[in-house]
T-cell receptor, first 113, second 112 residues
Framework: DSGVTQTPKHLITATGQRVTLRCSPR?????VYWYQQSLDQGLQFLIQ???????AKGNILERFSAQQFPDLHSELNLSSLELGDSALYFC????????????FGSGTRLTVV | QKEVEQDPGPLSVPEGAIVSLNCTYS??????FMWYRQYSRKGPELLMY????GNKEDGRFTAQVDKSSKYISLFIRDSQPSDSATYLC????????????FGQGTRLTINP
């Protein structure tokens, strides 16, 4: 167990629907990152939050949004889902020292049908 | 052109072989270089961490960074079937809480 908890592990939903993925960071970590992993694109950075505030944004679609709550857990909201959104979504957390303390959760596998 | 290029493989070698995995990058600002190992249906886990140029060794694993060539490598000695996984290189321009830029990952199989 890495200490980063992601729920749900699997999600199957229909096109056009909206889903919420949840991430609880490792205890003491202030920074949360969301990544999307698909077969042909590898791990793509979506967004980062640090202590409740958005810190960096990657190639995140406008249909996607995220937030980090006061208890530091984070949610990634995906709406108007398309078949191409099917992927593994990973959350990672880190200390203020960053990369050396970067820990990934086990991911949420999203299938859009 | 992607910031980080990594041959996706797949790469298949016999047990005991020396494995060489490589990444090239284009952003000269990258200073921190990492290798992650990802088993099927699991999250990536940090394997090696290197700052700037040079070599770092940890057991059977050696990471090399050549900033002048924008080229990093991971060597696995005496490879074992349990080393079968996808290996991803990752890098960032600075320390602290920064996003990482990943290569596509190389799928490695070690055959007994």
């Amino acid at each position: 167990d890495s200490g980063v908890t992601q729920t749900p592990k699997h999600l199957i939903t229909a096109t056009g629907q909206r889903v919420t993925l949840r991430c609880s960071p490792r205890s003491g970590d202030l920074s949360v990152y969301w990544y999307q992993q698909s077969l042909d694109q590898g791990l793509q950075f979506l967004i980062q939050y640090y202590n409740g505030e958005e810190r960096a944004k990657g190639n995140i679609l406008e249909r996607f949004s995220a937030q980090q709550f006061p208890d530091l857990h984070s949610e990634l909201n995906l709406s108007s889902l398309e078949l191409g959104d099917s992927a593994l979504y990973f959350c990672a957390s880190s200390t203020a020292q960053g990369a050396k303390g970067y820990t990934f959760g086990s991911g949420t596998r999203l299938t859009v049908v | 052109q992607k910031e980080v290029e990594q041959d996706p493989g797949p790469l298949s070698v016999p047990e005991g072989a020396i494995v060489s995995l490589n990444c090239t990058y284009s952003n000269s600002a990258f200073q921190y270089f990492m290798w992650y190992r990802q088993y099927s249906r699991k999250g990536p886990e940090l394997l090696m961490y290197t700052y700037s140029s040079g070599n770092k060794e940890d057991g059977r694993f050696t990471a090399q960074v050549d900033k002048s060539s924008k080229y990093i490598s991971l060597f696995i000695r005496d490879s074992q079937p349990s080393d079968s996984a996808t290996y991803l290189c990752a890098m960032s321009p600075a320390g602290g809480a920064q996003k990482l830029v990943f290569g596509q990952g190389t799928r490695l199989t070690i055959n007994p």
